[in-house]
C-alpha cells in the first residue's frame, strides 16, 4: 500500500505521525524518538510550532477545516504536511530549509499532484480560502505561545516501553 493510501486511511494524530517518519526516514535517512504533540489555541497565521520535544498545533484551524472541509483527506494531507515540517525542525533544520524538504518529501513521497504536496508548495491558505477570516471568528485575544496545550496521549510512542 502507498504511504498516499496508507494516509487516506490514517484515524488519527499518532498515525499520520508514523507516516510522516516514515516519510522522512525514507528520504532522508534521519529519525528522533520522544516527540509530544500538544493542541492549543494561537493566531490563524501559526499553523504549529516546535518547542523541545513538543509539536504544538493549532486547535482553531483544525477545527475549522473539521467544520468546512467536506473532504477528509484534505485534512489528513493538511495536518501531515504541518507535522512534517515542525518535525523537519525537531531534525535541525531552519525554517527556509524546513520547507523545501517537506516539498521535496511530500512530492517523493505522495506524488505532485497530492494536497499535501500542493500544501507544501503554495501555502495551506492558498488551499484554504476560508482560514483567512479565522482571527475574526474568535472572540479573545490569541497568544502566540499558548499557556494551555491540550497534550495527545499516545503520540510518538512507538519506541516507548515501560517495566510494569
Known amino acids: 500500500m502507498s504511504l498516499a493510501e496508507q494516509l487516506d486511511k490514517s484515524r488519527e494524530f499518532n498515525e499520520?505521525?508514523?507516516l510522516v517518519k516514515k516519510a522522512v526516514y525514507k528520504t532522508l535517512g534521519r529519525?528522533?524518538?520522544?516527540?509530544?504533540?500538544?493542541?492549543s489555541d494561537m493566531p490563524s497565521a501559526?499553523?504549529?510550532?516546535?518547542s523541545p520535544n513538543v509539536i504544538v498545533l493549532n486547535r482553531k484551524l483544525i477545527e475549522k477545516?473539521?467544520?468546512?472541509?467536506?473532504?477528509?483527506?484534505?485534512?489528513?494531507?493538511?495536518?501531515f504536511e504541518v507535522l512534517l515540517h515542525e518535525y523537519l525542525h525537531s531534525l535541525g533544520?531552519?525554517?527556509?530549509?524546513?520547507?523545501?524538504?517537506?516539498?521535496?518529501i511530500c512530492k517523493n513521497n505522495l506524488g505532485e499532484e497530492h494536497p499535501a504536496t500542493k500544501i507544501s508548495r503554495?501555502?495551506?491558505?492558498?488551499v484554504f480560502q476560508?482560514?483567512?477570516?479565522?482571527?475574526?471568528?474568535?472572540k479573545y485575544p490569541m497568544r502566540i505561545k499558548p499557556r494551555n496545550i491540550e497534550f495527545v496521549?499516545?503520540?510518538?510512542?512507538?519506541n516507548v516501553t515501560y517495566l510494569a
Open 93 to 104: 533544520y531552519d525554517e527556509v530549509y524546513a520547507n523545501e524538504l517537506a516539498y521535496m
Open 16 to 18: 499520520i505521525f508514523l
Open 65 to 79: 477545516l473539521k467544520r468546512e472541509v467536506s473532504d477528509e483527506s484534505i485534512i489528513k494531507s493538511y495536518i
Open 130 to 138: 476560508s482560514l483567512k477570516d479565522l482571527d475574526k471568528e474568535l
Open 153 to 158: 496521549k499516545g503520540f510518538d510512542s512507538e
Open 122 to 126: 503554495y501555502g495551506a491558505r492558498s
Open 31 to 39: 529519525r528522533r524518538v520522544g516527540l509530544m504533540l500538544g493542541l
Open 46 to 50: 501559526i499553523a504549529a510550532y516546535y
